[in-house]
């Protein structure tokens, strides 16, 4: 599992680039005989299955990591029991989720087990919300994102949005004939800080050297916190662009995924603390979780735990890695989780 765990990390999976990782874990499953869906188009994704029927547990993942940037490189390297490399830690649940799935064929005696794994997650999640609007609703999700193997039920959501302001274009030499988007770009967010919390995650205006520039586009990120929703964060932003200076400002919703509000006491939350405690001998904590698509799950009725190798405080920086142990680990307790709520196996 490990040796897969590393041609997963050396395999380019960024944002344009999918293909050849989908064809090396496509390659793995179809020669285990497993049945295996593919959907090749915009967003490639597999949907594999052991067993048939209800009750269903869906082990989600996905490959595609943010493209490159500075230190945040997809360079694969061991160092200490420690991997490291652009989009380690969500490698880490592919291989723990593929381990495990694989290790439970032929070992589950009702139901299914399937297998999903996309390539858009870190953009829009497209291919998730194809396979929902298809009908797929299974009983139960683990979502392997990184929570250093602690049990999570629970976290924020994000609001990801497009801002553009639009000024009027002037010759440098005479500045004040025009209206700079970039200035007014700035005092917009600057207000709009006041009020609502955001990450600016991307700003660029300007089409000459030599011009006021004319246009200005932003990206924010809005955290959601755990009581409100995304209509909370927009209710907001709607209330500042309703002031008459910003007539020109207008704004375009990216993406939404709203916080995960599952019961902290659920079954299956019991069931998988149980489970890490046993493997682990403990229960982590972990400072703060991150985003997922969870709540994607939790909002047709899914019963949901997020739970991964790696420290999300470090995902997609130039310090991301991995325990190569944790992933061994994930992969136990995932498998765990599987005997128990689909074969013999009681914990």
Request: glycine share 8%.
């Amino acid at each position: 599992m490990l040796d897969i765990f590393g041609v997963l990390s050396e395999l380019v999976s960024r944002w344009e680039e999918k293909e050849e990782i989908i064809d090396y874990l496509e390659e793995i499953l179809r020669g285990e005989g497993v049945e295996i869906k593919i959907d090749e188009g915009e967003h490639p994704l597999i949907l594999a299955r052991i067993g048939e029927g209800e009750p269903s547990l869906c082990l989600f993942c996905h490959i595609d990591t943010p493209p490159p940037y500075a230190l945040s490189q997809p360079i694969y390297k061991v160092d200490n029991n420690k991997a490291y490399g652009l989009g380690i830690c969500d490698k880490a649940s592919v291989a723990a989720m593929l381990g495990a799935f694989l290790e439970m064929k032929g070992k589950t005696e009702r139901g299914s087990l399937d297998l999903l794994i996309t390539s858009d997650s870190e953009e829009k999640g497209e291919g998730l919300r194809k396979v929902f609007e298809e009908g797929y609703s299974p009983r139960w999700a683990i979502i392997g994102e990184p929570t250093n193997l602690s049990i999570v039920t629970q976290h924020p959501g994000l609001l990801l949005l497009d801002i553009y302001c639009y000024g009027l274009s002037a010759p440098i030499s005479f500045p004040f004939s025009g209206i700079n988007s970039i200035d007014e770009m700035m005092d917009f967010l600057s207000e709009l800080k006041e009020r609502l919390p955001f990450v600016l995650v991307g700003i660029r205006g300007g089409e000459s050297t030599l011009r006021v520039p004319e246009r200005c586009h932003s990206i924010l990120a809005i955290p959601i916190p755990q009581e409100r929703d995304a209509t909370w964060a927009l209710r907001i932003l709607d209330g500042v662009l309703k002031q008459p200076r910003w007539i020109d400002v207008s704004y375009h919703i990216l993406r939404v995924e709203n916080p995960l509000k599952a019961e902290i006491f659920s079954p299956l939350a019991q069931l998988a603390r149980d489970i890490t405690r046993k493997v682990l001998g403990l229960e982590r904590e972990i400072s703060q979780p991150g985003w997922s698509e969870a709540s994607r799950f939790q909002e047709r009725g899914t019963e949901v735990v997020v739970l991964g190798a790696g420290e999300p405080k470090v995902a997609h920086s130039g310090e991301e890695y991995v325990l190569l142990e944790d992933i061994i680990n994930e992969m136990k307790i995932i498998k765990g989780i599987v005997s128990s709520l689909l074969g013999s196996e009681r914990y």
